[in-house]
């Protein structure tokens, strides 16, 4: 069953739904997102019914903003709970610190980040808020100097979303130590026994040590044979802390040169937002990760990646670093985008007066050839952007 919520919904998971005739929720924001009345609409009181009379029913929705139509209509339930333990990284750092028990982490107010003095913090540290998205928010915090900046922006006016606070609330943060390694997202989900199920690993590149950017995400056999084991057994321990069955999940890890896996946090029934990390897969790969949860299947890595073993796939997050305001952008050039890429696969346009972001594009790339991911992760696009007349 499929719940689905603003900002976007891709015609990719739209498709997928489709043509496997799934029950799609018909709230309001699911008919005013999807022109279709072929879909397998299910009335909002059937869905809650089901939910209510068999928790073995599976549940994915492609946006965060939906977590508040289960709080309304299911939210004395089970999984009401797990949602709001998972949602608020203060209450998931409570449930996984006997896991972790000597990770430091402590709670703040906004109002409170001006006043407070280096002997209360440890540095380095990440600062971010304890119910996020999108990396808004977030900063790393090596030392006074970093702490001054980060502290200029942590301003109430500087932190308004297109995003509801049940998505996004920065009344309250976390800071947390800095963990160090390299970062991965994980697509997965939880099934009948409340095992993982690993649906695909990538690795979140940073330009810096001090990088918070959400630009490319990189996937391949060889980093999911990597880590497939370590992190199924990782991610199954976390998941029984919360009897997690049925349940689509996208983590986001540290992992040392040690491979001491360390979470950063996991985001509830869904896989990476914006339909990106698992449309990836699909649009490159034809491997359908929507598909392969709602059939409680694993996937058959030696066959998805079939005369592709040395390839990269990868998720461009084309957010606006360019310094330029949406209003004062004419229009962004794809087509000269789509050029510096050796196999771009899908380049997906998005109004940026609209959304946070240009669009995603979607890219196979030889592994000899990873220059052209390292030119993206540093560019500021300007490049690509047309300013209105005089603006620039």
């Known amino acids: 069953?499929?719940?689905?919520?603003?900002?976007?919904?891709?015609?990719?998971?739209?498709?997928?739904?489709?043509?496997?005739?799934?029950?799609?929720?018909?709230?309001?924001?699911?008919?005013?997102?999807?022109?279709?009345?072929?879909?397998?609409?299910?009335?909002?009181?059937?869905?809650?019914?089901?939910?209510?009379?068999?928790?073995?029913?599976?549940?994915?929705?492609?946006?965060?903003?939906?977590?508040?139509?289960?709080?309304?209509?299911?939210?004395?339930?089970?999984?009401?709970?797990?949602?709001?333990?998972?949602?608020?990284?203060?209450?998931?750092?409570?449930?996984?610190?006997?896991?972790?028990?000597?990770?430091?982490?402590?709670?703040?107010?906004?109002?409170?980040?001006?006043?407070?003095?280096?002997?209360?913090?440890?540095?380095?540290?990440?600062?971010?808020?304890?119910?996020?998205?999108?990396?808004?928010?977030?900063?790393?915090?090596?030392?006074?100097?970093?702490?001054?900046?980060?502290?200029?922006?942590?301003?109430?006016?500087?932190?308004?979303?297109?995003?509801?606070?049940?998505?996004?609330?920065?009344?309250?943060?976390?800071?947390?130590?800095?963990?160090?390694?390299?970062?991965?997202?994980?697509?997965?989900?939880?099934?009948?026994?409340?095992?993982?199920?690993?649906?695909?690993?990538?690795?979140?590149?940073?330009?810096?040590?001090?990088?918070?950017?959400?630009?490319?995400?990189?996937?391949?056999?060889?980093?999911?044979?990597?880590?497939?084991?370590?992190?199924?057994?990782f991610l199954s321990k976390i998941g029984k802390e919360l009897h997690l069955k049925n349940f689509p999940a996208h983590a986001e890890v540290r992992i040392d040169e040690n491979g001491k896996i360390i979470p950063i946090e996991v985001n509830p029934l869904r896989f990476g937002g914006f339909c990106t990390t698992a449309d990836l897969m699909g649009v490159t790969l034809g491997f359908n990760e929507y598909k392969c949860f709602c059939e409680n299947k694993k996937p058959d890595w030696d066959t998805i990646f079939k005369g592709k073993e040395n390839k990269i796939f990868s998720v461009i997050i084309l957010d606006n670093n360019s310094g330029i305001i949406p209003s004062d952008i004419l229009r962004f050039n794809y087509s000269d985008l789509a050029k510096d890429f050796e196999k771009p696969i899908l380049i997906r346009e998005l109004d940026i007066n609209k959304y946070p972001v240009f669009g995603f594009a979607f890219i196979e790339t030889a592994a000899s050839n990873t220059k052209e991911l390292t030119d993206i992760l540093t560019s500021d696009l300007r490049k690509y952007i047309v300013p209105k007349q005089g603006k620039v």
């Open 1 to 233: 069953m499929f719940l689905i919520d603003k900002p976007f919904v891709s015609d990719f998971l739209i498709e997928t739904i489709k043509e496997n005739n799934y029950k799609i929720i018909a709230t309001k924001a699911a008919k005013e997102l999807v022109k279709d009345d072929s879909l397998a609409w299910i009335a909002e009181e059937e869905a809650i019914s089901l939910l209510k009379n068999n928790p073995q029913v599976s549940l994915y929705s492609n946006s965060e903003n939906a977590l508040s139509w289960i709080d309304q209509n299911y939210g004395e339930s089970e999984l009401s709970s797990q949602l709001q333990v998972l949602k608020n990284k203060v209450k998931f750092r409570e449930l996984i610190k006997e896991l972790f028990p000597d990770f430091y982490f402590k709670q703040i107010r906004i109002e409170e980040i001006q006043r407070l003095s280096n002997n209360e913090i440890r540095f380095p540290f990440v600062i971010k808020p304890a119910v996020g998205f999108f990396s808004i928010g977030v900063h790393i915090v090596e030392n006074e100097k970093d702490w001054i900046k980060a502290k200029s922006e942590l301003q109430p006016d500087k932190l308004k979303s297109i995003f509801p606070e049940n998505v996004l609330n920065t009344s309250n943060f976390i800071i947390e130590e800095f963990i160090r390694g390299e970062e991965y997202a994980i697509d997965y989900y939880y099934d009948n026994n409340g095992d993982a199920v690993l649906l695909n690993v990538l690795h979140h590149l940073f330009s810096s040590g001090t990088d918070t950017s959400d630009r490319v995400y990189s996937t391949s056999k060889a980093i999911i044979e990597k880590y497939k084991i370590d992190l199924e057994y």
